[in-house]
């Protein structure tokens, strides 16, 4: 069994080797995904979609956060287990972002929370900080932001949102946060953020210049055919291979071959 991963060796990582991350929901994938050397673990409000079947990611609760998040610990991973803080979660109040931060520890038995956002949420972000939980940030095209987006867009286009952008990471860095996620910017504001950060930054549609990649594990199995944007690549088919065995299922018991005597109890 491998040494379990530390918010410290994901910051030592930074211009030495490469940060993995994916998303993870349950018991039965993570306990695959842990047989592999992925470095982080983002129980991801993504769930919402890919799990949930919602349109997007804002109808999550802490609930049902919370309740993904045990369902991957159970699996006891050595990769380092981020929670997502969902929609509404830590936007009300710096009280609020801190019991609800402390809830995936507590309840969740992650290490670390990621939440979206650069300067409006610095308070929050130093209040959970100094109760002593560590933060990875998240910018660039935030889902949970979709609305005031006005939909997908790639963000930090052009000079001024591109120096908005790095001017919220450096907020962040200096509030302590660990790793920040970088959403959907231009491949070259990736670069510039990754050079400009002393901490790892994970890209998802960011280009090469990150300091780590992440994706949603459904995209990039190819479970998932809702929609497929750009910056997925799919390692697999699984869609195709699980249908094929679920179709393989039905024929065998409609034709009587399954279960045979090798699958029954004897008396
Ligand atoms: O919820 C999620 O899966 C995420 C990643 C895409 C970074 O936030």
């Given at each position: 069994?491998r040494?379990?991963?530390t918010?410290q060796?994901?910051?030592?990582?930074?211009g030495?080797?490469?940060?993995?991350?994916?998303?993870?929901?349950d018991?039965?994938?993570?306990?695959?995904?842990?047989?592999?050397?992925?470095?982080?673990?983002?129980v991801?409000d993504?769930?919402?979609?890919?799990?949930a079947?919602?349109?997007?990611?804002?109808?999550?609760t802490m609930d049902q956060?919370?309740?993904?998040?045990?369902c991957?610990?159970?699996?006891?991973?050595s990769?380092?287990?981020?929670g997502?803080?969902p929609?509404?979660?830590?936007?009300?109040?710096?009280?609020?972002a801190?019991?609800?931060?402390?809830?995936?520890?507590?309840?969740?038995?992650?290490?670390?929370?990621?939440l979206?956002?650069g300067?409006?949420?610095?308070?929050?972000?130093?209040a959970?900080?100094a109760?002593?939980?560590?933060?990875?940030?998240?910018?660039?095209?935030?889902?949970?932001?979709?609305?005031?987006?006005g939909g997908?867009?790639?963000?930090?286009r052009?000079?001024?949102?591109?120096?908005?952008?790095?001017?919220?990471?450096?907020?962040?860095?200096?509030?302590?946060?660990f790793?920040?996620?970088?959403?959907?910017?231009p491949?070259?504001v990736?670069?510039?953020?990754?050079?400009?950060?002393?901490?790892?930054?994970i890209?998802?549609?960011?280009g090469?210049?990150?300091?780590g990649?992440v994706l949603?594990?459904?995209?990039?199995?190819?479970?998932?055919?809702?929609?497929?944007?750009k910056?997925?690549?799919?390692?697999?088919?699984l869609?195709?291979?699980?249908k094929?065995?679920?179709?393989?299922?039905c024929?065998?018991?409609?034709?009587?071959?399954?279960?045979?005597l090798?699958?029954?109890?004897?008396?």
């Amino acid at each position: 069994m491998r040494k379990s991963v530390t918010v410290q060796d994901v910051i030592n990582k930074k211009g030495k080797e490469k940060i993995t991350m994916v998303t993870s929901y349950d018991f039965t994938m993570t306990r695959i995904i842990d047989t592999t050397d992925i470095d982080i673990i983002l129980v991801g409000d993504s769930a919402g979609v890919v799990m949930a079947g919602g349109k997007n990611t804002l109808s999550i609760t802490m609930d049902q956060m919370v309740y993904h998040t045990m369902c991957v610990t159970n699996a006891e991973p050595s990769a380092l287990v981020v929670g997502d803080m969902p929609f509404m979660s830590y936007q009300v109040s710096t009280e609020q972002a801190v019991r609800n931060a402390g809830r995936f520890l507590q309840e969740g038995h992650a290490q670390a929370v990621k939440l979206e956002g650069g300067k409006r949420v610095i308070e929050q972000v130093k209040a959970i900080i100094a109760s002593d939980i560590p933060v990875m940030g998240h910018l660039g095209l935030t889902p949970q932001s979709i609305h005031a987006f006005g939909g997908y867009k790639v963000q930090g286009r052009g000079k001024d949102a591109a120096t908005a952008l790095l001017e919220d990471a450096l907020r962040l860095q200096d509030a302590g946060i660990f790793s920040l996620v970088l959403e959907c910017v231009p491949a070259d504001v990736g670069k510039i953020v990754t050079e400009k950060l002393d901490i790892p930054t994970i890209g998802i549609g960011a280009g090469p210049f990150c300091d780590g990649q992440v994706l949603v594990l459904q995209d990039l199995l190819g479970m998932f055919k809702e929609f497929k944007p750009k910056f997925v690549k799919q390692y697999a088919e699984l869609f195709g291979v699980i249908k094929e065995a679920l179709e393989t299922y039905c024929k065998e018991v409609r034709e009587g071959t399954f279960p045979d005597l090798s699958h029954s109890f004897e008396e």
